[in-house]
């Protein structure tokens, strides 16, 4: 069921997200959203060239897709109930995208949602083990070939719950991943690099087969750009050390040295086509982030190099904060999937 509108043109921000790093640009104006904030106060912008509202918008509404396009979008909700407490909906009607990627859901049980099965027919939820944590999921308008919830190779199938769906499309694969994250005192850095070993032999598994489109919340900030106070933060914060951006770096370009010669490569989207802009799409609740331009860029497209000249757009959202501690990112690509 569709949340309400909210009274007040402002709502609630709430958060006890997994991610509470308070350690992360300035997008082309095409697809930017048209946006009535909550309140003159609220329509300012940081250094970084980012809006600072903490709630989200009353009135939301995007361009057009451009014909022939398929609109992908990701986002990390932050607990998929309190975000649809605090207007999730609003935006997804107003992106309407054909394939919505969602992480953190924290559920732990498939919704029963109408509005959203009405939106996207097909929709497929990775559960965690644990209870309330984690938690992906891929809605869409599109049926694929087949869906994956596994990671090949994992020695701990049970840490991989939740965190992963592969669908097979016609022409395409689209990974969604909520990657683990490093933990506090990096206490998960082993877990996290145990991951990075198989998930890039699986991309690059998949990719001999057809492009892949991967997206989602990857948990690392891949460059000093990536996120404010860089130099404070390497190799001690989580997402920002060298195991976690080499590891990231060599699935974009695999080192020479490595045996596999003819490994392919792949391609973060928004980076190459914002190659100078520093803006974020997570912004902790703590210590007024949102406001002081404090951020994280941790959700990203990364496509198959050979796909990258077919892609129209991608611009993170950044106005739709405050129905997470995250901001969603869209793409559009010449279809069909």
């Not at 070993?197 to 087969?209: E, G, M, P, Q, V």
Request: glycine content about 6%; some cysteine.
């Amino acid at each position: 069921m569709a949340p309400k509108r909210a009274s007040s043109s402002k709502r609630k921000a709430i958060s006890d997200s997994e991610d509470e790093d308070t350690s992360l640009t300035k997008t082309s104006s095409s697809k930017k959203a048209k946006i009535s904030p909550p309140s003159t106060s609220d329509n300012v912008v940081s250094s970084s060239g980012q809006p600072t509202n903490k709630v989200l918008p009353v009135h939301i509404s995007f361009p057009e897709r451009q014909q022939g396009t398929v609109r992908l979008a990701t986002f990390n909700v932050c607990g998929l109930a309190a975000s649809q407490k605090k207007g999730l909906s609003f935006y997804i009607a107003a992106e309407d995208p054909d394939i919505l990627v969602l992480t953190e859901t924290k559920v732990n049980n498939e919704p029963v949602d109408l509005a959203l099965k009405n939106r996207f027919p097909h929709c497929y939820w990775a559960i965690a083990e644990k209870k309330g944590y984690s938690g992906t999921a891929i809605l869409s308008k599109h049926e694929p070939i087949s869906v994956d919830r596994t990671l090949p190779g994992h020695p701990n199938p049970a840490s991989v719950k939740g965190r992963i769906i592969t669908l097979e499309f016609e022409n395409h694969y689209v990974i969604g991943t909520y990657v683990p994250n490093a933990g506090a005192e990096l206490k998960n850095l082993d877990g996290k690099i145990e991951w990075n070993i198989h998930f890039t032999k699986y991309i690059r598994d998949l990719d001999k087969i057809k492009p892949v489109i991967w997206t989602g919340d990857l948990n690392v900030a891949p460059t000093e750009i990536d996120l404010c106070n860089a130099k404070k933060n390497w190799n001690k914060t989580p997402g920002y050390t060298e195991a976690e951006t080499t590891a990231y770096r060599n699935i974009l370009n695999p080192p020479e040295s490595e045996p596999e010669t003819e490994a392919p490569k792949f391609v973060d989207i928004w980076r190459n086509l914002h190659p100078d802009d520093k803006h974020f799409t997570y912004f902790s609740y703590r210590f007024n982030c949102r406001q002081k331009g404090i951020g994280w860029r941790l959700d990203m497209f990364v496509l198959s190099e050979r796909i990258i000249d077919r892609v129209k757009m991608c611009e993170i959202r950044s106005e739709i904060y405050g129905a997470s501690d995250h901001c969603p990112l869209t793409m559009e690509i010449e279809g069909p999937l």
